[in-house]
């Protein structure tokens, strides 16, 4: 659900990284259950973004960045290679995640003609065979291309995995994913999707499109769909291994804390209640990493821009203590 980090927020992290030697960088092997935070620091401010990735010791062993998939190609200062190396240094695991399209509408970034998927599967493989990390992603929320534009899901299907195998030629403990967006997966279109909830409009077999997928991945936003963290069912995360044998992850979490929009107000006291019903109700899942989305509130719409666990003022939420103690 969230955009890119801004270009000049990249060039702050290859200043500060402190990577004299990047030929050198070794990617620190992960846990078998991790939790962990996006690239969203307070500002581009140098002290800034120095604090983030103190904070983000405290969030974590984790932390993930997502954009546009041509960036895995920027070997200077793109945002996949300086978050791998700053993560590194900090001896956090970090999870890059490539985008194809643009979620709001659906449209590719680029077509997937010969030659643009010649130039991904370039850029997934140096990737790879330069830092060999733990998790891959390729392709986030592709459930939504899936409903905005099915021939281009249809087309990413195979593509995928030719990039998988890409990938695993070169790195093979790489575990590479896609990532689905879990309340329409459910078929939950209601509330703020601004559809009906309807779950025999389920997609829960796209998961079996994607063989050479390590994880099943998700992003996971309740609140746009319950009004209280009470009303989400024992059942609703662990309903993933009724259709599933893979083990799980959540890329992307989150519950704003504000009072709108209009009939979906929240505080933080109930963001806080959520953090603690998920991790009691994926307790039972084989989850490997669980991310929230914003350290930091970040320019975004409305309800995603009072999401993050510390305000701007830099006053930390009651979410972010129940967060740093989670399992």
């Not at 891959?136 to 099915?150: A, H």
């Not at 990532?179 to 078929?187: A, S, V």
């Not at 936003?221 to 024992?234: C, K, M, N, R």
Request: proline share 6%.
């Amino acid at each position: 659900m969230k955009g890119a980090l801004a270009v000049c927020l990249v060039l702050v992290a290859l200043v500060l990284s402190g990577c004299s030697d990047r030929r050198r960088v070794v990617v620190p092997e992960p846990a078998a259950r991790m939790k962990g935070i996006t690239l969203t620091p307070r500002s581009f401010s140098d002290a800034d973004f120095a604090e983030f990735w103190q904070r983000a010791k405290l969030a974590g062993s984790v932390v993930t960045w997502s954009g546009d998939w041509m960036e895995l190609a920027d070997t200077v200062a793109g945002g996949p290679k300086v978050t791998t190396e700053v993560a590194a240094a900090n001896q956090l695991v970090p999870i890059v995640e490539a985008q194809f399209f643009d979620q709001a509408s659906g449209a590719l970034l680029r077509p997937l003609d010969a030659a643009n998927r010649a130039a991904y599967k370039r850029s997934a493989a140096r990737f790879a065979s330069t830092y060999h990390p733990a998790y891959l992603g390729f392709g986030i929320e592709v459930n939504v291309l899936y409903e905005k534009s099915p021939a281009d899901f249809d087309a990413f299907v195979p593509f995928f995995a030719e990039v998988a195998d890409t990938v695993k030629a070169v790195s093979p403990g790489t575990r590479v994913f896609t990532i689905f967006q879990l309340e329409l997966m459910k078929g939950l279109r209601g509330g703020l999707f601004g559809g009906v909830n309807d779950t025999t409009s389920a997609e829960w077999a796209l998961l079996d499109r994607f063989p050479g997928s390590d994880l099943a991945a998700f992003t996971t936003y309740p609140a746009l769909v319950f009004h209280d963290p009470a009303e989400i069912l024992e059942g609703y995360y662990a309903q993933i291994a009724a259709h599933t044998t893979k083990p799980v992850a959540f890329t992307e979490i989150g519950w704003h804390s504000a009072a709108v929009p209009v009939g979906w107000e929240s505080t933080e006291e109930e963001q806080s209640r959520f953090v603690t019903r998920f991790f009691e109700l994926t307790a039972g899942l084989d989850r490997r990493f669980a991310v929230w989305s914003f350290l930091y509130d970040q320019v975004a719409p409305v309800p995603f821009d009072s999401m993050g666990l510390i305000r701007l003022d830099g006053v930390a939420r009651p979410a972010w203590g129940q967060w740093v103690a989670a399992p």
